[in-house]
């Protein structure tokens, strides 16, 4: 059974970016890449909204850059090796391989496909996120915390929700920067 992975860089304060929509604060330097890198090798599909979607595109070119170090080619190369399905009722076409829009968010689809398979997804950016996690299907929070606070801006957990978590890991980097990792324990 795959499970559905929530999982972003977030400021102190809980915000994915701040009120002027950047996110630039974020710490995500070679360590953390190598990092990050890593725990998506499992992930065989992410889930985008069509904002996150047109962000991670950039993903689809990056490792073709000869100026990007090695540590951006690789996740360039993972990245690319996922399905990515992009919910949004405005975007008729994708612009990277091994993508389909579709029009709507069901809930139950994503939980057979949980069900069905041997990988896991992700779910990104918090929007689309905010679907999932009151439908109940993120069975995991994972937090890069950066070392800042922003004061207000895009959250990282909608509000209005509550599920109890159980602490997985945990890592401290050397810029600062925490990583968090809780599964969902509730139903």
């Known amino acids: ?7 972003m860089i977030t400021s102190l304060d809980g915000y994915v970016s701040d009120s ?7 710490v995500a330097d070679e360590e953390i890449h190598a990092f990050v890198t890593e725990q998506t090798r499992s992930v065989r599909t992410y889930l985008y909204g069509r904002r996150m979607y047109e962000t991670m595109v950039f993903w689809e070119t990056a490792h073709a850059n ?7 080619h690789d996740y360039a190369r993972t990245w690319q090796a996922a399905d990515k399905i992009v919910y949004s009722t405005t ?24 069900a069905e398979s ?17 439908a109940g299907l993120v069975d995991e929070y ?20 509550r599920v109890d978590l159980e602490l997985l890991d945990e890592r401290r980097f050397d810029n600062g920067v925490v990583y968090l990792r809780y599964a969902a324990t509730g139903d």
């Open 1 to 7: 059974m795959g499970k559905l992975i929530y999982s």
């Open 20 to 26: 002027n929509g950047d996110f630039g604060w974020n």
């Open 91 to 114: 975007l008729t076409e994708p612009a990277s391989a091994r993508t389909r829009i579709e029009p709507t968010f069901d809930p139950d689809e994503i939980r057979v496909w949980k």
């Open 142 to 161: 994972q937090m890069i915390v950066a070392p800042v606070i922003v004061g207000g801006g895009k959250p990282f957990f909608p509000d209005g929700v």
């Open 66 to 72: 000869p100026d990007h170090p090695a540590f951006v």
């Open 118 to 134: 041997e990988h896991d997804f992700t779910v990104d950016g918090p929007g689309l996120a905010a679907h999932a996690i009151r």
